[in-house]
């Protein structure tokens, strides 16, 4: 498992950036192990015990210049709710990085990402990385949301060629971002199989078995961010387990993921 280790570290900025969705950015200390795009993080976001136990969270960007560190997080709960009272200066108790990251693809693969919702986080940050390190290919950057209030105001031109869509058909194309996966794919010669393209999924479990079944039809390899539901998220409980086709049945997604390769998890005993 990747070294991590627990900080208390100051909040920088907490801002809203879609209905409901927030970025927070944090100090992260030059002596902790840099994230990587598809690790996570677990945050102690109160100073009771309710909620009691830590929560996960996607790494949204790494900036090693000035050691700061982003999540985007959707407002669902108790732990979110207090996240989103955190200001400039309060302390944040986090404990991270965990899990393992995305691979990253071949100088000569064409990357696409594709995000629903919470996944929309680990994605832009896979695009930032790639980007900054001069990853020949451009990559595709397919984010989905139920209507356009749902599509965070973040898609600058650092994040390669942006597709957004929306279930309601409030801004860009009208379906879900698996839809337009399908469309794309099917209007280039990535649809082939010619094993040059790779894809990346983040988002509801729903939405990763099916961008892993039309990768599978399309010959091309992919990897998905899984979101279980977390106890301990460090590899003892056993609470985040998912079926995988092993000869161990089951991975603990915080510790053998959060990323796997879709071929890897038993998407129809997982209930997807
Ligand atoms: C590896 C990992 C990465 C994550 N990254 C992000 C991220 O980048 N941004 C983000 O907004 N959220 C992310 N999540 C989900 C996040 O942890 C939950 O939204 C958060 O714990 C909710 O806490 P709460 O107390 O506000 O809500 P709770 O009261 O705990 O839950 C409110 C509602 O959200 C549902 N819920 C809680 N956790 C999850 C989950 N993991 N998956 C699906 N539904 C859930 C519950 O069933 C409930 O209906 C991630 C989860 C994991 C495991
Ligand atoms: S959350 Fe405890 S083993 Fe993964």
Redesign the pocket.
Known sequence: MPSMARYLTPVLRNRPVADQFYELEFHWPAAAPAPSPGQ?LTVRTGQTSV?LLR????F?RYDPEDNSAR????L??????QLAAKRPFDSLDVLGPL?HAFPLPDYDSRPILVAGG?GI??VLFLARTLISRGHPLTPRLILGARTRVGLPVLLEQEYGEVIACTDDGSYGCRGSAIDALQSYLSTTSIATGSGESVLYLCGPQAMLAAGHRLATECGIVAYA?L????GCAVGACMG?AVRVRSREQYAR?CTEG?VFDTRMVDWERSGA
Do not use: D, H, K
Not at 76 to 81: E, L
């Open positions: 996570f909620p929560r996960p969270f996607a949204s999540i985007i997080y959707q669902r709960g108790t732990a979110t709710a899990g919470i986080g680990p961010a979101e279980q539901t977390m985040c997604v959060p």
